[in-house]
């Protein structure tokens, strides 16, 4: 089955090596490889100079499937990153537990508190297994971490611009009640490949731009590609964003030197409409899709 692959803009590697491979292992939409199963979650694999690493787990074991049919070995694995406590990114932990026994699994603090969303009138569970959170694989971080050279970890974006309307719905556990989720509990990788660097987002839930802007004031660059669901989508209702807001979501993304990568919670209406804007420097992904570091050109 042929491979859909295609490029990084601005990501390079000296002498031909691919230094960065980064394939989606599970998504909400089927790709080029009618093998792979797809769900209403996310997993990416990447392999790095230094590490083999996941950044979040899917919503079940569907991405172990798809990983023995893509013939990567996460037993290998060295590293997860999980970026929020929902269980379409982090449902699939149990499984990969069970097959991996050495990898550490960096969660924020507060991603193991209950989580859920309301869909008229009906509270519905989302978070992670709770009997999880002890378990010895797991490192539990507080704010940001730099895991090392290639691999930091960020959760501090306090600006609210373009706060998504899609998270009008989504609560979190305090004391005895339910309250708006803030989304502490959500975290994003900057992974640094030489000169080049990629965020991983999950959701994005804080809001794309918001993000954008606090990686910015941490590395004094924008990355060169950002690989993220952007959550202007309903997952439950299928409404997306306000047409007005995405333009304005769009026109400050393009101002950016970044080449985005998108799909999950973003959804087919809203990137389409992004894309009106952005053009070539946004791309959707899914089930199955390889980012190889040594391919600058277009997609294929």
Same mark, same amino acid.
């Given at each position: ?8 803009a601005g ?6 090596v691919?230094a ?9 939409t089927?790709?080029?490889?009618t ?5 209403h979650?996310?997993?990416? &694999?990447?392999e790095?100079?230094l590490?083999?690493?996941?950044f979040?787990? =899917?919503a079940?074991g ?11 070995d996460?037993?290998?694995v ?8 929902h269980?379409d990114?982090?449902? =699939? ?9 050495k990898a550490k ?10 989580h859920?969303?309301?869909s008229?009138?009906?509270?519905h ?17 507080s704010g ?10 960020f959760?501090s974006?306090s600006?609210?611009?373009f706060?998504?309307q ?9 004391g005895?009640g339910?309250?708006p989720?803030d989304?502490?509990?959500?975290? &994003?990788?900057?992974v ?5 660097n990629?965020?991983?987002s ?5 809001g ?5 802007e606090? &990686? ?27 047409y007005?807001?995405l ?7 393009a101002?950016y030197?970044?080449?985005?990568v ?6 087919e209406?809203? &990137? ?9 420097q946004?791309e959707?992904?899914h ?12 997609m294929r």
């Open positions: 089955m042929e491979e859909r692959r295609f490029n990084c990501i390079n590697c000296a002498e031909g691919e960065v491979r980064i394939q989606t292992l599970i998504e909400d089927s790709g080029s490889n093998e792979l199963v797809c769900e979650g996310l997993s990416f &694999y990447l790095t100079a590490h083999k690493a996941l979040d787990l =899917g079940s569907g991405f172990l499937k798809n990983a023995r049919a893509l013939r990567i996460l037993t290998q060295d590293t997860v990153i999980l970026s929020h406590g269980n990114h982090g449902g =699939g932990l149990r499984e990969f537990l069970s097959v991996n026994n699994v960096y969660v924020q603090e507060s991603a193991f508190e209950g859920y969303s309301v008229r009138g009906t509270l569970e989302i978070g992670l297994d709770p009997a999880l959170h002890t378990h010895p694989q797991i490192v539990r971080v940001d971490m730099r895991i090392d050279e290639e691999l930091f970890l959760s974006v600006q609210r611009i706060w998504p899609t998270n009008a719905n989504l609560m979190k556990q305090e005895q339910l309250v989720d989304f502490r509990h959500e975290q &994003y990788l900057a640094a490949d030489g000169d080049k990629i965020l991983f999950g959701c994005a839930h804080r794309i731009v918001n993000i954008m606090r &990686y910015c004031t941490l590395f004094h660059r924008a990355p060169d590609v950002a690989v993220t669901g952007m959550h202007l989508t309903s997952p439950r209702t299928g409404k997306c964003e306000d007005a807001v333009e304005r979501i769009a026109q400050r993304l101002a030197p970044t080449q985005f998108t799909g999950h919670c973003t959804g209406e809203a &990137y389409c409409a992004l894309k009106q804007t952005l053009g070539v946004i959707l992904l089930t199955g899709d390889i980012m190889l570091g040594s391919e600058v050109g277009a």
